[in-house]
Each structure stands twice: as C-alpha cells, then as structure tokens.
C-alpha cells in the first residue's frame, strides 16, 4: 500500500497549537486527581472501611465503570448544548467538589465523593480530548504527534499522583491524600481560567444555541444542566450503595448501545456500515485489554500491599507508589514506540491496529505471566520479589502503548464524520466495561468465599494466582482471535489510511 505524504500548509508550520500546552495542562493535572484517589481508594475501603475484599471490588468495579461511561452523556450534551469549553469548567468545578467530600474526615462522605468525580469526569474528560482535536485541521500532518505529546500529560499526572497522594495519604492520614488529589484539580483549573482566550473561542456551544436564555421559573438551559448534575450526583451515590444490583444496569445500558450503534452502522451506505462494525469488533478486545490493565489499582494493589517485598536498603516504599510505575513506563517507552512506528512506516512495513491490538494483548498476558511466576516463587510467608510486580508493569505499559493510542486515532479515522464524537463515546464505553469486567474478575477469582484469617498468607496467595491464571490465558486467547480475525479486516483499515 503506497502512502501519501501530505505537506504541512506553510501557515501551520511545525509546532503546536498554543491550546495543546492548556489542555495538557489541565488533563495533566486533571488526571493527577484522579490516579492520586484511585491509588488510595481499595486500600482505604479494605483496610479504613474494613470492608471485605468482595465488596471493595463490587464498589470499585462499579465506581470505575460509571466514570468511564458517564463521558458519553457529557460528550453528547456538550455537543448539542453546552459546548466543549463550558463543559469542561462546570467537569472541573464539580470534580474538584467531589475531592473536597473526600477529604472531609467521613467514612459517609465516601460514596457522595465518588458521585461528584463520576459526573465531573463525565463533562470533563471526552470534552478536553475532543476540544484538541478542533486545533488540527483535515490532514494536519501535527495531529498525532499533538495527541502523543497529550497522552504523556495523561501519563505524567498519573505517575506524579500516586508519589504525592500516596504518600500523604499514608503518612498523615486518608483524608489528607484525598484532598491533596484535589488540590490537582483546582490546579488544572486555574490553568484553564488564566488562559481561557488562548482557546480562542473553540468549543463554544452550538449557534443556535443561547444557554442564557430565560425558559421561566428562573430557568434557563445552563442552570438545568446545572440541577441536572446535582441530581445526577445524587443518583450515582444511591447506586454505589446499591452496588450488587448496578451490574445489571450497566449490562442493559450497555446492549441499549450496542443496538443503536448498530441501527446506525444500518442506516448507513456500505463503506461507512463496514468502518462501523469493524470499530465495533476493535472495541471488543480493546475491553479486553482493559478489564486485564485495570487490575492495577484494585487486585495488584491489593496484591502490592499483602504479598510484595517493598523493601529497599531497609526502607519499607509506601504501597501507592507502584501505581506510579505503568504510566512511568508509558511516558519512557512513548518515544520509541513512536520511533518504531515512523521507521516501519517508512518501508510500509507499519502494522495495520488488529496486528498492533493482537501484540498489545499478548503483552498483557505475559504481564500476568510475570505475577503467576512471583506468586509460585514466594517465600512460606507468602512474600515475592518487587521484580516480577515491575516485570508485570512493564508488559502492561508496552501492550497499553500498542493498543490505546491506536484505538484513539483509529476512531477519528475510520468513523464517518458526523459520527467522530458519538464513536469516541462508544469506544469510552469499552473502557468503562473493561474496569467492570476487571473489578468482576478480580471478585469471581480471587475474593475469598469466607473471609480469610489474616495469618492465612499462602491461602490469601491462592486467591490472587487464580485471578492471574485466568487473565494471563483470556488474554493469551483474545490475542490469537485478534489475529486470526485480522485477514478479515483489513482492507477496511487500508481504505482509511
Ligand atoms: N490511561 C488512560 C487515561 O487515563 C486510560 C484511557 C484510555 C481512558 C482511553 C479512556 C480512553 O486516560
């Protein structure tokens, strides 16, 4: 297949759009607060809240999905109403709110916490992805170096926050680490409000829309998107409290999807109902990848925490920190990937994204490899070596450098256009039940039927090598179905180079 090479208009020039180092700004730090709780939240719930391993995992599982899922209602609304710009500040406002429950020193505020960031994010995080994307042009040769550069802020602010959150969240107390993550927020938006005329009015609302506008009562659109997330919040926390029927929920919002994507992939001409189902095959295995990756911040850091040796020279390294290790891993090999790529490109020789999936999954699976042999290397009291966990974390971080970058820029190429964002919010919904399935496997496999004694270590061990053991052949498995499903495809991914 012979590539065009398009040249850059002499107007663009090489470098970035100014609006690239805000947004990267604002997710960075956006993300700060996210990983900082994340890094906290199953340690705080099993050994603060003392709730069992069963529904730690049932609470993360389902906290982890909804924030996943709750950007294709924020994607949605600031498309039609509210914008990309407002949608972000009122996303900041209320996840920043959300971090402040937390930091109050209630077990009750916890789940009112969580509520808050599910909303915020749900404004927040599709919109900031999307609202870079309106700085490139059709064919703007700096686009994908533009969102490289933006998936290391991602990265940055998820190595940074475990580090800083962890380690006061350790020291001085839960709700202090809470709070700390919530400083990142307001951070990110400070960011935002110092250089809102850098964003040189994109992402405004749609023209006929006028979120002022007086609908009676004291009404008008803004302020019901306003009242409508103060509901929402309340929702969400009543859901996390009834966390073993939200499942079942998740499932059917989950088929009302499907079938609209597909009556959509119906109603369109032959090429773009192709590019649709082909996407929605990728979406598949891209769950997949994550319901094996997102095992990082519940089961490994369980695992980290009961049976890893954390010492160094006799200095015991706070738990949280190995959260920081995937994401350093990304932002270092990030380069090199990139590297590989542009090299193979330039013989045509670059893998089509099934072969790139299919690779990406393979190295999940040995990642799990890598724990199952720490497991069966352990000491009688249960402890293995921190190598095997950062062997582990390495595999991860190179599949997750194989699969997620690529499943971005696979969207915007293959959807029709006037479906971009709507598919952006399918492929988001992937993610969200990959951290279901995650959560649901962790449960399945490795919490223990009757609680453990603590003394049971090897019993405890057990637990986590069949979770391990599943995961390291499912993935293993999706990797030979990427592949032997890759023939199939792709001519399609040829027509949209
Ligand atoms: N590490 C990525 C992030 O936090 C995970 C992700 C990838 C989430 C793709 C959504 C979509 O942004």
């Given at each position: 297949m012979k590539k065009v090479f398009v040249e850059v208009p002499?107007?663009?020039?090489t470098s970035q759009p100014k609006a690239l180092y805000i947004l990267f700004f604002a997710e960075l730090w956006e993300r700060f607060s996210f990983y900082g709780m994340r890094a906290l939240l199953i340690l705080y719930m099993t050994s603060?809240?003392?709730?069992n391993d069963t529904k730690a995992y049932n609470i993360y599982g389902i906290y982890t999905a909804l924030v996943y899922a709750a950007p294709v209602i924020g994607g949605y609304l600031a498309d039609n109403y509210l914008g990309n710009r407002n949608a972000i500040f009122l996303g900041g406002v209320i996840i920043t709110l959300g971090h402040c429950c937390l930091a109050?020193?209630?077990?009750?505020?916890l789940f009112y916490g969580l509520a808050f960031i599910i909303v915020g994010t749900g404004f927040f995080k599709a919109n900031v992805t999307s609202l870079l994307g309106q700085f490139y042009e059709k064919g703007d040769v700096r686009r994908d170096a533009g969102f490289t550069l933006f998936y290391m802020g991602i990265n940055l602010g998820a190595c940074l926050a475990p580090l800083v959150c962890g380690y006061i969240g350790k020291k001085l107390g839960w709700h202090y680490g809470f709070g700390t993550a919530g400083i990142g927020m307001l951070l990110g938006m400070v960011v935002l409000l110092r250089s809102a005329?850098?964003?040189?009015?994109?992402?405004?609302?749609?023209?006929?829309?006028?979120?002022?506008?007086p609908l009676g009562g004291g009404l008008t659109p803004y302020r019901l998107v306003v009242i409508g997330s103060i509901l929402s919040v309340a929702l969400f926390s009543l859901c996390l409290n009834f966390y073993h029927v939200m499942g079942h929920f998740l499932n059917i919002f989950g088929i009302i999807s499907l079938v609209w994507v597909l009556g959509i992939a119906y109603r369109c001409e032959r090429d773009d109902r192709k590019a649709i189902l082909t996407l929605l095959v990728m979406f598949l295995f891209f769950m997949i990848f994550w319901a094996g990756y997102e095992q990082a911040g519940s089961s490994i850091n369980l695992f980290t925490d009961r049976h890893?040796?954390?010492?160094?020279f006799g200095w015991e390294i706070p738990v949280?920190?190995?959260?920081?290790i995937p994401p350093f891993f990304v932002i270092t090999m990030a380069p090199l990937f990139s590297a590989i790529w542009m090299k193979l490109g330039r013989r045509n020789l670059e893998p089509l994204p099934p072969t790139k999936f299919g690779l990406g999954l393979l190295q999940s699976g040995l990642g799990f490899g890598c724990l199952l042999i720490g497991i069966k290397t352990a000491d009688t009291q249960g402890v293995t070596s921190a190598i095997w966990l950062i062997l582990a974390y390495f595999f991860h971080a190179s599949g997750e450098l194989s699969i997620s970058p690529v499943g971005l820029s696979m969207v915007t190429k293959l959807s029709p256009p006037r479906f971009v964002s709507f598919m952006m919010g399918i492929l988001f919904l992937s993610v969200s039940f990959g951290n279901y399935l995650a959560a649901l496997v962790a449960r399945i496999f490795g919490a223990p039927e009757q609680p453990l004694q603590t003394s049971d270590k090897l019993g405890s061990l057990q637990c986590f090598s069949h979770t391990y053991e599943f995961l390291a052949y499912f993935l293993l498995i999706a990797s030979i179905a990427m592949f032997l499903i890759s023939p199939f495809i792709r001519k399609v991914f040829e027509k949209h180079l």
């Open positions: 002499k107007h663009l020039g603060e809240l003392l709730f109050l020193p209630f077990k009750e505020s005329q850098t964003l040189e009015g994109a992402g405004s609302p749609p023209a006929k829309i006028n979120l002022k506008q890893v040796d954390r010492f160094l949280p920190w190995f959260q920081s």
